[in-house]
């Protein structure tokens, strides 16, 4: 499975961004997407997943309230809406595909090139 993520840039605290990731095969509609984050010098965390129907979703701590994570397999994309933005937010954003729901790295076999997201205060 390839992954292209694509949406980021350079905001300012409090704004939004969406994200979004194609797949290339229709197996996507099969895995579990997750969206992870970088930031320079830290280890790469996952940010949300949601499972291959949508059931299932998971948010890290740092996220919850204000990202959201969606899907549209007819599509074979993944999204991550991104609001009131934090300068602590700023990483490159990635995501990922499964073959089951998992909350860690490991396990994540697919993954896409990155795309940067810049939070200014």
């Known amino acids: 499975v390839q992954l292209q993520a694509s949406g980021g840039g350079l905001v300012q605290a409090g704004d939004s961004l969406r994200l979004s990731c194609v797949a290339s095969?229709?197996?996507?509609?099969?895995?579990?997407m997750g969206w992870f984050r970088q930031a320079p010098g830290k280890e790469r965390e996952l940010v949300a997943c949601?499972?291959?129907?949508?059931?299932?979703?998971f948010y890290s701590d740092s996220v919850k309230g204000r990202f959201t994570i969606s899907r549209d397999n007819a599509k074979n994309t993944v999204y991550l809406q991104m609001n009131i933005l934090k300068p602590e937010d700023t990483a490159v954003y990635y995501c990922?595909?499964?073959?089951?729901?998992?909350?860690?790295?490991?396990?994540?076999?697919?993954w896409g090139q990155g795309t940067q997201v810049t939070v200014s205060s």
């Open positions: 949601i499972s291959w129907s949508g059931g299932s979703r």
């Open positions: 990922a595909a499964a073959p089951q729901f998992l909350v860690v790295v490991a396990g994540y076999h697919y």
């Open positions: 095969e229709r197996t996507f509609s099969s895995y579990t």
